[in-house]
């Protein structure tokens, strides 16, 4: 199994519902989509805390297989599960997806939203979603793009992976899926989403100031901040793309 995921995103996520720049309403229409209902069955890779597999589930009656690497994240899902009462519709297996073998055309949609680095990139997330998804069915993405390029020379966050709203769809239709919805968030979500961040590391650092890795999460928390405040909240976007796979 590869390494957990640094302790920063453990403290920086640590009071968010959706780990992604996303707002609920956003995932009920993603549910409706989908065409998701008690019948459904749905593959969440990188489930994290489980908000979203736990939305959808209790919302469309649907099932939801999700697989987390990180401890921290799935003990929490476990426990939202089980505080709502999911716990027979939804499941949360500790593991590295990229290494445990998908059962072919199981599912009626495979989700993986903001972590295909665990499949190392956009193309190779299509495709292992894609072999896990009956004909007919869906393979949504949430992924960051960039709205405009050039990018500044000076913004050190960047990542040479992602590329533009056109690119990314070009992506799914290499693989065979054509994009038939693409959900995409708005500054409000990258906000609330970001601005939790904030909240959550400084709450940790007041009441943890001696912890030895208390110095690196803040001048970590400090980076991405000033990132996004520069050029974050112009330059990346992110949405949720849905590729459609053909009945055969």
Not at 177 to 196: F, G, H, K, Q
Request: charged content about 25%.
């Amino acid at each position: 199994m590869r390494p957990v995921i640094p302790r920063y995103y453990v403290v920086a996520e640590s009071e968010h519902e959706l780990q992604n720049p996303i707002s609920e309403e956003k995932l009920l229409v993603l549910g409706k989509t989908l065409a998701l209902d008690r019948s459904s069955r749905v593959l969440d890779v990188a489930s994290g805390r489980g908000g979203p597999a736990l939305l959808l589930a209790g919302t469309y009656g649907c099932s939801v297989d999700g697989i987390e690497i990180e401890p921290a994240f799935q003990a929490v899902a476990h426990e939202h599960a089980h505080e709502r009462e999911l716990s027979e519709l939804v499941s949360f297996r500790l593991g590295d997806a990229s290494g445990i073998d998908l059962a072919p055309s199981a599912y009626d949609a495979a989700l993986c939203l903001g972590a295909t680095f665990v499949y190392g990139g956009l193309a190779e997330t299509v495709a292992a979603l894609a072999t896990s998804v009956k004909p007919g069915g869906y393979v949504a993405v949430g992924e960051p793009y960039w709205r405009r390029l050039p990018l500044p020379a000076d913004y050190d966050e960047r990542n040479e992976l992602f590329t533009t709203l056109d690119g990314t769809v070009t992506v799914f239709e290499t693989e065979g899926l054509p994009v038939v919805s693409v959900i995409a968030s708005s500054e409000d979500d990258w906000d609330r989403y970001e601005t939790l961040h904030w909240r959550s590391v400084a709450g940790w650092l007041a009441a943890n100031p001696d912890d030895p890795e208390a110095e690196e999460i803040r001048s970590r928390s400090e980076r991405h901040k000033r990132s996004y405040l520069r050029f974050g909240r112009d330059y990346m976007g992110w949405a949720i793309f849905v590729g459609w796979k053909r009945p055969i």
